[in-house]
């Protein structure tokens, strides 16, 4: 039997997370599948739509005004251009897409940089005014979801609620805004190579144009992410995949833009502070064996290796894996 994604309406963890059916609902999307469509959700289409136009109005400028704020090796923020990053395992292009980078934001001053230096203030377009606006109303508004289903994970994990919270309090949380072009009639290129997340979850608005793609693994193959209009799409990371001894799944997914139209979109990360260890909570020693993860380390990592002159690091994912 096929996999869907599931579509669940979470209206009622606003107020309580007692809920036995969404609860039960959560734990199968996120056992079988590891991507859900979430309804009652909280965020405003007013807010999605103002962020969206932001977006598309960011890139839109020419190459030299993005460039200003160009990311460096030393500040993971700002304009990634397009074909910049690859998936450095040597085996494929690199992935066809531009973005902008953002971070949870702390003052330069903040004690927290001194001890990571990935925390800081993002960098804001002077050519854009408006897009810090309509990122932060967004994030806000993911944050608050975020939480919820925070409070879910904790009871699927049988830990404490409030001490599983805390790991989040001054998060190493981030978004990316995304522009794919359309690689219509073109096969060599990927707009995001296969991968999994190595967050605690994402958060994704729909995106008209469609494009991602999800692994289902009961039948080997590759199904597509349209969720309706008024859902998000929520999938978990890698953090929590560990955390639940591998009980729950971190999909592998990618995006294939063959629409012949410019695509958008602006994935929101949940992550855990900097000096989070995470492993696993409930595991099967002869089912489940991965090393702990060190959010702070491996977020460094994961940057650092991103780069088109690093050294290899295969994080990609064998799409012929059963």
Not at 213 to 220: A, K, T
Request: net charge negative; glycine share 6%; with cysteine.
């Amino acid at each position: 039997m096929t996999q869907d994604i599931p579509l669940i309406n979470v209206e009622s963890l606003g107020q309580s997370v007692e809920s036995s059916t969404v609860i039960s609902e959560i734990e199968n999307a996120c056992r079988n599948v590891g991507f859900m469509y979430v309804t009652g959700h909280g965020i405003k289409d007013e807010t999605i739509t103002n962020l969206r136009d932001a977006t598309i109005r960011y890139f839109a400028q020419s190459d030299a005004v993005k460039s200003r704020d160009i990311i460096t090796r030393d500040n993971y923020r700002g304009y990634i251009p397009l074909n910049f990053f690859t998936p450095n395992s040597g085996s494929t292009d690199a992935d066809c897409y531009e973005g902008y980078k953002l971070h949870f934001e702390v003052a330069a001053d903040d004690q927290i940089c001194s001890n990571c230096t990935l925390y800081g203030p993002n960098k804001w377009p002077a050519s854009q005014p408006g897009l810090r606006s309509a990122v932060e109303k967004y994030w806000q508004q993911c944050d608050r979801l975020t939480m919820i289903l925070l409070r879910v994970f904790a009871k699927l994990l049988s830990t404490a609620e409030a001490e599983f919270l805390d790991l989040f309090l001054q998060p190493l949380s981030n978004m990316t805004l995304l522009h794919y072009p359309s690689l219509a009639g073109v096969d060599a290129e990927l707009g995001i190579h296969p991968h999994k997340d190595t967050d605690a979850l994402t958060i994704l608005a729909p995106e008209p144009v469609g494009g991602l793609q999800v692994w289902r693994r009961d039948d080997s193959a590759w199904i597509d992410v349209r969720p309706p209009e008024d859902a998000l799409i929520v999938n978990i990371g890698d953090l929590l995949e560990v955390w639940s001894g591998g009980y729950l799944v971190s999909a592998p997914h990618r995006v294939v833009n063959i629409s012949g139209k410019h695509r958008y979109s602006f994935p929101f990360f949940a992550v855990p502070r900097y000096d989070t260890v995470v492993s696993p909570l409930h595991a099967d020693p002869e089912n489940f064996n991965r090393e702990l993860i060190h959010v702070g380390d491996a977020s460094h990592s994961i940057w650092s290796s991103n780069w088109p002159d690093a050294a290899a690091v295969d994080r990609n994912i064998d799409p012929g894996f059963g």
